[in-house]
């Protein structure tokens, strides 16, 4: 089993930039996928960023590309997403995810992701 704690979170103003940071610990995978997910007050959860742990590729949302920045540590066992040009609509609490261990393409699907951290708040003000 999988535990991740997320941290990184904040008030910004729009234009501002922020790093989440998503530490894991437990069981080791050989290949998973880790991803960054949203949720809006009243909106759905929403897949934002994904990465293996062998860091072969990542994937984003279109409102995101050229903004955010997914990345993986691997001797820090540390996902981030670095976050610039936030713009009030980036508003909502943030979640990291794993996949566990997979052989799949990493994607956005949350149902995909079976071990998920409590989330960090992230505030974007006009």
């Known amino acids: 089993q999988a535990q991740l704690v997320e941290s990184g979170g904040d008030s910004v103003q729009a234009g501002g930039s922020l790093r989440l940071s998503c530490r894991s610990s437990g069981r080791y995978y050989s290949r998973e996928c880790l991803g960054w997910f949203r949720r809006a007050p009243g909106k759905e959860r929403e897949g934002v960023a994904t990465?293996?742990?062998?860091?072969?590729?990542?994937t984003y949302i279109d409102s995101v590309k050229g903004r955010f920045t997914v990345s993986y540590d691997t001797a820090e066992r540390t996902l981030y997403l670095q976050m610039d040009s936030l713009k009030p609509e980036d508003s909502g609490m943030y979640f990291c995810?794993?996949?566990?261990?997979?052989?799949?393409?990493?994607?956005?699907?949350?149902?995909?992701?079976?071990?998920w951290g409590q989330g960090t708040q992230v505030t974007v003000s006009s």
């Open positions: 990465i293996s742990n062998r860091r072969e590729g990542s």
């Open positions: 995810a794993t996949t566990a261990g997979t052989f799949r393409d990493c994607d956005l699907r949350a149902d995909d992701y079976h071990y």
